[in-house]
Nanobody, 125 residues
Framework: QVQLVESGGGLAQAGGSLRLSCAAS????????MGWFRQAPGKEREFVAGVSRTAGRTNYADSVKGRFTISRDMAKNTMYLQMNSLKPEDTAVYSC??????????????????WGQGTQVTVSS
């Protein structure tokens, strides 16, 4: 069973940057596609970005394409989300998740098997 722990959230100004990390333990990191989701107050959880098992394929929500970059370091069992050009509408709790699947990571939250506890990102205008 994979355990996921996020870090790196915090407060940023619009136009600024943050980098989120998701450290995986108690499992084989390479067995899972990984994803980032976010949930803002009063809104449903939404897919942000995903990276395949071998990091060869990535996908992004249209709202973050060109601003966010997802990556994973297999040696460190860690996934990252580099967030640039932040906007107030990026404010949310960001959670990482692991899915036992091949190919392009699914955008459906119910297809992910393990979740972290989430980290708050707040972007001020």
């Amino acid at each position: 069973q994979v355990q996921l722990v996020e870090s790196g959230g915090g407060l940023a100004q619009a136009g600024g940057s943050l980098r989120l990390s998701c450290a995986a333990s108690r499992g084989t990191f390479s067995n899972y596609a990984m994803g980032w989701f976010r949930q803002a107050p009063g809104k449903e959880r939404e897919f942000v970005a995903g990276v395949s098992r071998t990091a060869g394929r990535t996908n992004y929500a249209d709202s973050v394409k060109g601003r966010f970059t997802i990556s994973r370091d297999m040696a460190k069992n860690t996934m990252y989300l580099q967030m640039n050009s932040l906007k107030p509408e990026d404010t949310a709790v960001y959670s990482c998740a692991a899915a036992s699947m091949w190919g392009l990571p699914t955008t459906r939250a119910d297809e992910y098997d393990y979740w972290g506890q989430g980290t708050q990102v707040t972007v001020s205008s």
